[in-house]
């Protein structure tokens, strides 16, 4: 791979790790702060991408960032609804969410899969323009994704510092306790969930519009792909504050792109191997914790083994 190769896949992997970032974002909100496992994410993904698309494609391209945060804001009330006030439990909550926003992202998209925006307006093609002439002039969806970013970290970290983001942060550690205090564990989960989503809509309408298309399929296997980033966030930043272990969920997400990018590149993988490799790092981080508490066992047993033969 030679070196406009390799500045190609670096900026790729920088472009689409920031945009995937923002969902890696939303599941440290719940996953890791609520410590709900929000399994909507794939459709409200998809949902953010065509309430995005279709308001772009009506000429609206700036309302579309609002619409398609309103979008997913109403996907996390519906999930923090089943699951606090109709005794769903969480994880059949979100799949439950995930399986009817499938036709709800169909309905958006005016019965169709596919939302063309090739010759439409969007937020990047705005900011292409006003780039024009200026050494980010080629940059354009990388400043865009960017700013997105910066105001949503800044935005997270005001917001889980706050009283309310306390509590939220609280109801995730111990929710017996937030109960004790006062304070209504219903209410800090819903508006835990609505913010997450929130996120995760914002990620689908920059990834429609930076591909220029929205596809009914676009979120499929994205909760598997932000769970991933993750857990590298986790390992690469994951002691400090809330600052520090949120820039290391964009590090996470900009690592797990660059690294596939790369193996792309080397032919040392197929595009549709994605998924399989985001399931195989899910599951070496999450179980590497038990395997090294129970190695020492099966060292023992291994060794009394061979002591036997």
């Known amino acids: 791979m030679n070196f406009a190769a390799a500045l190609a896949v670096g900026q790729t992997a920088l472009e689409l790790g920031l945009i995937c970032s923002l969902t890696v974002l939303a599941l440290f909100l719940s996953y890791s702060m609520l410590n709900v496992c929000d ?21 609206h391209p700036l309302l579309s960032i609002p619409a398609a ?38 309905a958006v998209m005016a019965g169709s ?33 960017a700013i997105a970013v910066v105001l949503t970290v800044a935005f997270l970290t005001f917001f889980l510092n706050t009283r309310l983001g306390l509590a939220i942060r609280a109801t995730g550690n111990n929710p017996d ?3 004790s205090s006062s304070i209504n564990p219903v209410f800090t989960t819903i508006v835990g969930l609505c913010v997450a ?7 689908g309408c920059l990834m429609a519009q930076s591909q220029k298309s929205a596809e009914i399929n676009l979120g499929t296997g994205m909760v598997t792909i932000a769970l991933a980033s993750l ?13 520090t272990r949120a820039v290391g969920m964009v ?34 981080a999450i179980s590497l914790p038990y395997l090294k508490q129970q190695w020492p066992m099966l060292r023992r047993r291994l060794a009394a083994g061979k002591g036997g033969v």
């Open 251 to 284: 590090l996470g997400a900009f690592v797990f792109r660059l690294v596939y990018g790369v193996a792309l590149q080397l032919d040392m993988m197929p595009s549709f191997m994605l998924r399989l490799v985001s399931s195989a790092i899910v599951v070496l």
């Open 113 to 145: 899969s596919l939302v063309n925006l090739n010759k439409t307006d969007t937020v990047f093609t705005m900011m292409k323009d006003l780039l024009a002439g200026t050494p980010l002039e080629n940059q354009y969806k990388t400043v865009v994704a």
């Open 177 to 179: 306790m937030v109960r």
């Open 39 to 59: 399994l909507s994410t794939d459709g409200c993904f998809t949902l953010g991408a065509a309430v995005g698309a279709m308001t772009a494609a009506a000429g």
């Open 69 to 106: 945060i309103l979008a997913g804001m109403c996907s996390g009330f519906v999930t923090a609804l089943l699951q606090t006030k109709m005794g769903v439990d969480s994880l059949l909550a979100g799949i439950i969410v995930n399986t009817g926003l499938y036709s709800v992202n169909i």
């Open 197 to 203: 989503n929130a996120f995760t809509g914002l990620s």
């Open 231 to 243: 857990l590298i966030g986790n390992t690469l930043m994951g002691r400090g504050g809330i600052f």
